[in-house]
């Protein structure tokens, strides 16, 4: 069986990895960030994880309206990215985990969840950002799962939990020992492209991360039945914590979560937090 | 009106930064594989974003493909924002 050993969510607000952004940022602020990803770092490389799963999401540089899974699953052997320029983070390639990917589609093909896969799927920022923290040698093959978040209609946060939990069983049919950690990126609280861009939500990104932080993600999710009922306090960026959803969801009961920081910053609610094995 | 096609043109701006170039320098070709109304072919050749905006185009294409074209970030913001 495939062990879950540790999970992680973090935002992937790209000026976090693009060099001039991260000069022009508030230094305390981006120390906080910084020191809350060294300490996610610390967890994940004390977990050895032989791969990671990450949930993500797009940004209309890989799926469009022409071809729009809800959860899509990249199966090759490699992946690279970004491919936007206009973000100008530098690009990077990594291995995949193919074979785990493959079975995970499989299994969900025959056990009820339909996920669409792509041998060929570029990187994201999404997938990129918080990597570059956890995994600066880029040495830990990944299985990016690609949640729509932002072309509705979108899975709803209760679907994104249901498939968290779906992939833990599915690791649990793996047929050998594997270390599997588990990714979910983006948010939290963010106005993309519309006329409150620069806004965020630290009330609800702080109530956000501490309710996760409980195992409480049904409240969460029976607060928010629907998008419009998210957009209006996280804005369409805050779409995103369907990720952060689904990684929860695939946590065993022997993990346990820790904030290890947020930060408001102009534009995104920052939030980095882990689960991993509690003390005896 | 096909918000479809809009999409789609602001997509590749923001995939292509050749045809972000070409937006720029040669428009009206560029605008024949696309099927754009008249509202559309003139929001797309002011980079209104307003406009698009107002167009029901989805936001983060819209930033996204502003970006491409290098529109700054605080005047794409005080155009969402302008009364009308």
């Keep these: 069986m495939a062990e879950i050993v540790i999970g992680i969510a973090a935002s992937h607000a790209p000026n976090l990895a693009n060099p001039s952004m991260i000069r022009g940022m508030n230094e305390e602020q981006f120390s906080r960030i910084r020191a809350g990803f060294a300490q996610a770092r610390a967890l994940l490389e004390e977990a050895r994880p032989d791969a990671i799963v990450i949930f993500s999401s797009d940004h209309f540089d890989r799926c469009f309206f022409d071809n729009l899974p809800p959860f899509l699953v990249a199966v090759g052997d490699s992946a690279e990215g970004p491919i936007n320029e206009y973000l100008k983070i530098p690009k990077v390639k990594v291995s995949l985990d193919s074979e785990l990917g493959r079975f995970v589609v499989r299994e969900g093909l025959e056990n009820g969840v339909d996920f669409a896969s792509s041998a060929d799927l570029p990187l994201d920022h999404a997938e990129v950002v918080p990597l570059s923290y956890l995994t600066p040698n880029w040495d830990i093959p990944i299985v990016p799962i690609v949640v729509n978040a932002f072309a509705p209609p979108m899975p709803s946060l209760k679907r994104c939990a249901q498939v968290g939990a779906f992939v833990r069983e599915v690791m649990e049919r793996w047929p050998k020992q594997k270390r599997?950690?588990?990714?979910?990126?983006?948010?939290?609280?963010?106005?993309?492209?519309?006329?409150e861009m620069g806004r965020v939500n630290a009330e609800f990104d702080r109530w956000f991360m501490n309710t996760l932080a409980a195992g409480q993600q049904s409240e969460i999710i029976a607060r928010y039945k629907n998008a419009e009922e998210l957009d209006a306090v996280a804005g369409n960026g805050g779409q995103e914590v369907r990720d952060w959803l689904a990684a929860a969801g695939a946590m065993p009961p022997s993990l346990r979560a820790q904030v290890l920081a947020y930060e408001p910053l102009p534009g995104c609610g920052i939030g980095i937090m882990a689960w991993t094995q509690a003390e005896a | 009106m096909s918000q479809y096609q809009v999409s789609r043109?602001?997509?590749?701006?923001?995939?292509?930064?050749?045809?972000?170039r070409r937006c720029r320098t040669e428009l009206s070709i560029v605008l024949n594989n696309y099927n754009l109304d008249d509202a559309e072919r003139d929001a797309v050749k002011n980079w209104s974003v307003r406009a698009l905006y107002d167009m029901g185009v989805n936001p983060l294409l819209l930033l996204t493909s502003s970006m491409a074209m290098g529109t700054d970030i605080r005047a794409y913001t005080a155009a969402l924002n302008e009364k009308r």
């Design chain 1, 180 to 195: 599997v950690a588990v990714l979910g990126t983006g948010g939290l609280s963010h106005w993309v492209g519309l006329p």
């Design chain 2, 9 to 20: 043109l602001l997509r590749d701006i923001a995939r292509d930064t050749e045809i972000a």
